[in-house]
């Protein structure tokens, strides 16, 4: 690397040869083509030039493999325009298929941060349950799940107040608590039994992080990463006699898919979430119903 003026120039050789590459490849490419198509026709009709080319089989084997080296490129780069673009939009309420996807695996990994994960649940138990019946050539399920402590004070879920101000409701959360703390046991209990039948070694753990509800990610078997923003001033009212509440709602929000299989920044995008979940998962707070549980 060096500096020309204050600015920085990095691999300027190479940049050149690149450029001079891409531009003067497609031309003599099309030459070479042309002058092999040329050159056959010629021949199938003019005696001479066919007698003269006549025996020199390798000569034209050479010319096309020197055609086939300088294509190779741009059928590779045309191989990967076609494939399923690494990073796509999906809803929430499509996670399904994500689950079950990932449930055809040997080693099955889901790790999922978000709200209530009220959505991510329902499919959960539903591909364990499936598991009892039939474990097909699953033998291990690992899921972590992240939710919000809401035994703290929080902004996002809390009562929408006086000019849109959110004040804190203990009740509220409690509520959330309990919810999140059923669906825990639901699938623990689920994955307790696979593990006593033997064929299947599953677990199933809740823990908390601190803060608001803001992103809602979920990895599949570090191979995919569904990453979406919740709508934290959206709102709802559960009866109406009741106030509204800032109470985000997951099945609305929409995923942007990164997959291992996509380009080197898909790649890097997909370990980078995947590390930075085990982080938090690391740091994360034990919930009050397995410390009670287990002491």
């Not at 979406?228 to 109470?247: E, H, M, Q």
């Not at 085990?278 to 287990?294: C, F």
């Amino acid at each position: 690397m060096s500096t020309e003026g204050g600015r920085t120039v990095d691999g300027g050789v190479a940049a050149y040869l690149k450029r001079f590459w891409e531009r003067f490849v497609p031309l003599v490419t099309r030459f070479l083509l042309l002058a092999i198509f040329v050159t056959g026709l010629t021949a199938q009709f003019v005696k001479p030039v066919g007698e003269a080319l006549e025996g020199k089989a390798f000569l034209g084997g050479a010319l096309l493999s020197l055609v086939g080296y300088v294509l190779y490129d741009a059928v590779k780069d045309l191989a990967m325009a076609l494939r399923r673009p690494p990073r796509l939009q999906v809803q929430s309420r499509e996670l399904g298929s994500f689950v079950s996807e990932a449930f055809q695996a040997r080693t099955v990994e889901i790790r999922f941060l978000g709200y209530t994960g009220e959505t991510l649940y329902h499919e959960l138990r539903d591909c364990l349950e499936r598991l009892l019946r039939d474990p097909a050539h699953t033998r291990r399920v690992s899921i972590r799940v992240l939710i919000p402590d809401f035994g703290q004070p929080m902004v996002v879920p809390s009562r929408v107040g006086r000019d849109g101000t959110p004040l804190d409701d203990p009740e509220f959360r409690r509520r959330l608590e309990r919810q999140c703390q059923e669906y825990d046991q639901e699938l623990s209990a689920i994955a307790e039994l696979l593990t006593l039948e033997g064929t299947v070694r599953a677990e199933c753990e809740y823990r908390l992080y601190p803060g608001i509800p803001r992103d809602k990610i979920c990895i599949f078997n570090k191979k995919q990463v569904l990453h979406g923003l919740y709508d934290v001033a959206a709102r709802t009212v559960p009866r109406n006699s009741d106030p509204a509440f800032y109470d985000p709602k997951g099945y609305s929000t929409d995923l942007s898919v990164w997959a291992r299989e996509g380009s080197d920044d898909t790649k890097a995008v997909v370990a980078t979430w995947d590390k930075h979940l085990d982080d938090l998962w690391s740091l994360a707070a034990i919930p009050h119903w397995r410390r009670a549980a287990a002491a």
